[in-house]
């Protein structure tokens, strides 16, 4: 494994992260595909002995019992102070004004109740989930500021917005002497590269680590086409995604099977190593049901793609209207 800067702060993260969404009790939420603490511990302690140091959940994931399990298994494994933990707020978790959105509010209850279900005094990176259009950006920033200076919080990141709300939000802290984010966590793999547009060139120029969510397209990339599983038949977010230029992201996802048989190596390792070519790329956000999927992330920190092989892999993309936001 890995260990770099994210962006320009210095905190250090894992060039992969765990996403933990697939952890939660399965019958809160909607995520009916998550798996429980009894299954979630193997893969935990595989990502811990595996070098990943670095854990990404959601307030909202599984109505907060991915926290829950996420902060429990963590205790288990390793020491709070060798490990990231990073969490979002923005979705609601229950009615009243304070249930979601980024109020002052919402964000002050919402992380307390983030700490409490994680089990720590101190959160690494917080990040807003999205952005909230029905709140002044200067609410939302001064609160997150409030919280850094508070020591709840140790760093703010962002997640899926137009370019020019990111940059909304980042000049309004300096305008004010506030907390800036230090990273951006958006949709960003081969089927869906909108962000090379402005967001990634953004967050290059002003130091900012990107950390791709979906970097397998919901799997898209890792096995043929037609085929479906358990989860993209349930995953009501996923069913939104994906299906624009069909056509032009089945070659793409041909040119990751012949690469990967070329290598000698599973298609998921090729299409994570072309994540992390790419220069805005900090480190990807990779969920796991199956020891496999931590295998192959971290076989990917190690993989070299020739010019070649990049050049084949990214041949086939065609403009996608941005979605997942």
Not at 40 to 50: G, L, S
Not at 54 to 67: I, K, M
Not at 253 to 263: D, H, S
Request: proline share 5%.
């Amino acid at each position: 494994m890995r260990y770099v800067r994210l962006g320009g702060s210095g905190l250090e993260v894992s060039s992969v992260v765990l996403g933990c969404m697939s952890f939660g009790d399965p019958e809160r939420g909607t995520h009916s595909w998550s798996v429980g603490l009894d299954e979630a511990r193997p893969f935990v302690r595989q990502a811990i002995e595996a070098g990943i140091t670095t854990f990404d959940t959601a307030n909202v994931y599984s109505l907060g019992s991915s926290e829950e399990i996420t902060g429990r298994l963590l205790g288990e494994f390793a020491r709070r102070d060798e490990v990231v933990i990073a969490t979002k707020v923005h979705g609601r978790l229950g009615p009243g004004p304070n249930g979601g959105g980024l109020s002052r509010a919402a964000i002050l209850t919402q992380v307390d109740e983030s700490l409490r279900r994680l089990g720590t005094d101190y959160i690494d990176l917080y990040q807003i989930h999205r952005y909230d259009p029905e709140v002044p950006i200067e609410e939302t920033m001064e609160a997150l500021h409030d919280l850094v200076r508070a020591g709840k919080v140790r760093y703010l990141g962002a997640s899926s917005m137009w370019t020019w709300q990111f940059v909304q939000a980042q000049y309004t802290a300096d305008l004010n002497g506030w907390t800036r984010f230090v990273s951006m966590q958006d949709q960003y793999n081969l089927i869906m590269r909108e962000e090379e547009r402005e967001m990634l060139p953004f967050c290059l120029d002003q130091g900012v680590g990107v950390l791709p969510w979906s970097p397998l397209a919901r799997g898209k990339l890792t096995r043929d086409w037609e085929v479906s599983t358990a989860r993209s038949e349930t995953d009501n977010f996923g069913g939104t995604l994906y299906k624009q230029a069909e056509e032009a992201d089945r070659r793409v996802v041909g040119a990751v099977a012949e690469v990967a048989g070329e290598l000698g190596v599973p298609r998921a390792q090729v299409a994570l190593a072309w994540l992390l070519h790419q220069p805005a790329v900090t480190a990807p956000i990779v969920g796991a049901t199956k020891p496999g999927h931590i295998t192959d992330a971290v076989a990917a920190v190690e993989l070299t793609l020739g010019e070649d092989e990049l050049r084949r892999l990214a041949e086939h993309y065609v403009p996608h209207a941005p979605e997942g936001f």
